[in-house]
Structure formats: C-alpha cells, structure tokens
Nanobody, 121 residues
Framework: QLQASGGGLVQAGGSLRLSCGASGRAFSSYDMGWFRQAPGKEREFVAVISWSGGSTYFADSVKGRFTISRDNAKKMVYLQMNSLKPEDTAVYYC????????????????WGQGTLVTVSS
C-alpha cells in the first residue's frame, strides 16, 4: 500500500516536497515512480528512482527542477519540486514497479491515492 502526501497550493516559482510512504516488506525491491494527471489530461510520467536509489530518470518537462530520492529504511520516496510552474498543477501519484526503471504507467504494480498540487500564477 502506498500513501502520498505533501501536496498543496503554491505560487509559481515556489517549492513543494511530496512524500510517499509504503507498507510491506518488499519496498526496497521496487523501483518507485511519480506520475501526475492534470484535469482533462492523461496521466503522465514525472520521475522514477531505482530500488537502490542509484539511478533516476526524469521527464523532460521537469528535468533540472525536480529531484527524486528514497529512504528504504523508512520505506519512503520523495519528490522535491522546485521552480514550480502553473503547468505543474496536477494530482501527483506515487507508484511501485517490479518491471524495471520505466516511464510506462502500465508497468507499475501498485499506486497511491494521489495528492493535489496547485501552482498559482
């Protein structure tokens, strides 16, 4: 089970840190990703981190602004979002994949409930 938190309302240029907590023993064996879905749009990939934390991959739209990290001891994954833009407004979801470091949402086994991020201009 995954539980995302940390969303809220922020002005453009501001920062937010999203957190995702996991239950279960196998957390450290999963690659963890963040996706987002804006109103009226399809869910899109944001970032992924490997099970060890040694590899990360970002969507071009967030590269250089967002970072992803994890703490396997705490069963947590984080998405630090800086220099936020109005187009970053969306519900953000964390997800777990046992199928490798992937940006394809179909290859994620488990999903959190989502947390809303609203960026005002």
């Amino acid at each position: 089970q995954l539980q995302a938190s940390g969303g809220g309302l922020v002005q453009a240029g501001g920062s937010l840190r999203l957190s995702c907590g996991a239950s279960g023993r196998a957390f450290s064996s999963y690659d963890m990703g963040w996706f987002r879905q804006a109103p009226g749009k399809e869910r899109e990939f944001v970032a992924v981190i490997s099970w060890s934390g040694g590899s990360t991959y970002f969507a071009d739209s967030v590269k250089g602004r967002f970072t992803i990290s994890r703490d396997n001891a705490k069963k947590m994954v984080y998405l630090q979002m800086n220099s936020l833009k109005p187009e970053d407004t969306a519900v953000y979801y964390c997800a777990a994949s046992s199928m490798g470091l992937t940006s394809s949402y179909q290859q994620y086994n488990y999903w959190g409930q989502g947390t809303l991020v609203t960026v005002s201009s």
